[in-house]
């Protein structure tokens, strides 16, 4: 299955690369690639540069559509162009995978309207004004709605990665691979215990 990661100025470190450590590692099922709307270098706060392609290189969709959150979404859902690109790229993609904030950017372009979906919790309430017709869940750690996995904040992203694993290869599959990188997995999707700090 081919992973299309997008990524803008400032997005998070682990959203991008919890993820990414789960898929890269799987070469016969996953191939990961890096994109942002302009293409070219994108940089965070944390020093991190990453060479991306263009995201209008993406013309029908890919298999998984993983957008991050981190700092850079508070500019970036104003960003007209980029919503625009994430709503059709979405619409058109077999599964969509938001962590943190980035769950904000897809709730912007309206896809989530009328279905479940969470956040990083230091941040629930910012990303629940973008989007106001999306049920959220305040206590999940992850919610999968159809083909949208949205997650709870930073390494969330892993813990939803590897929900997603479950989903398609099964529970032994995500286990043996939370196993290999050493990850203790949340695997009740249900409940986050950063929910009421």
């Given at each position: 299955?081919?992973?299309?990661?997008?990524?803008?100025?400032?997005?998070?470190?682990?959203?991008?690369?919890?993820?990414?450590?789960?898929?890269?590692?799987?070469?016969?099922?996953?191939?990961?690639?890096?994109?942002?709307?302009?293409?070219?270098?994108?940089?965070?706060?944390?020093?991190?540069?990453?060479?991306?392609?263009?995201?209008?290189?993406?013309?029908?969709?890919?298999?998984?559509?993983?957008?991050?959150?981190?700092?850079?979404?508070?500019?970036?859902?104003?960003?007209?162009?980029l919503?625009?690109?994430?709503?059709?790229?979405?619409?058109?993609?077999?599964?969509?995978?938001?962590?943190?904030?980035?769950?904000?950017?897809?709730?912007?372009?309206?896809?989530?309207?009328?279905?479940?979906?969470?956040?990083?919790?230091?941040?629930?309430?910012?990303?629940?004004?973008?989007?106001l017709?999306?049920?959220?869940?305040?206590?999940?750690?992850?919610?999968?709605?159809?083909?949208?996995?949205?997650?709870?904040?930073?390494?969330?992203?892993?813990?939803?990665?590897?929900?997603?694993?479950?989903?398609?290869?099964?529970?032994?599959?995500?286990?043996?691979?939370?196993?290999?990188?050493?990850f203790t997995?949340?695997?009740?999707?249900?409940?986050?215990?950063?929910?009421?700090?």
């Amino acid at each position: 299955m081919k992973v299309a990661v997008l990524l803008f100025d400032n997005f998070e470190t682990l959203d991008v690369f919890g993820p990414v450590e789960i898929f890269g590692r799987l070469t016969n099922d996953y191939q990961v690639s890096f994109y942002s709307l302009s293409g070219g270098l994108v940089e965070n706060t944390h020093g991190v540069s990453i060479l991306t392609k263009h995201l209008a290189e993406i013309e029908n969709g890919v298999d998984i559509f993983l957008i991050p959150g981190g700092y850079g979404t508070r500019v970036e859902v104003n960003n007209v162009s980029l919503i625009d690109k994430i709503k059709k790229i979405a619409e058109l993609s077999k599964y969509v995978l938001t962590v943190c904030t980035g769950t904000a950017l897809l709730a912007k372009t309206g896809l989530l309207d009328g279905k479940r979906a969470t956040s990083n919790k230091r941040a629930f309430d910012w990303v629940t004004t973008q989007g106001l017709n999306v049920n959220w869940v305040r206590r999940a750690r992850w919610v999968v709605d159809a083909k949208y996995y949205t997650s709870s904040g930073v390494s969330a992203g892993m813990d939803m990665t590897l929900g997603f694993l479950q989903d398609i290869h099964g529970i032994d599959f995500a286990r043996e691979v939370a196993h290999t990188i050493e990850f203790t997995w949340q695997e009740n999707k249900d409940e986050d215990e950063f929910c009421d700090r």
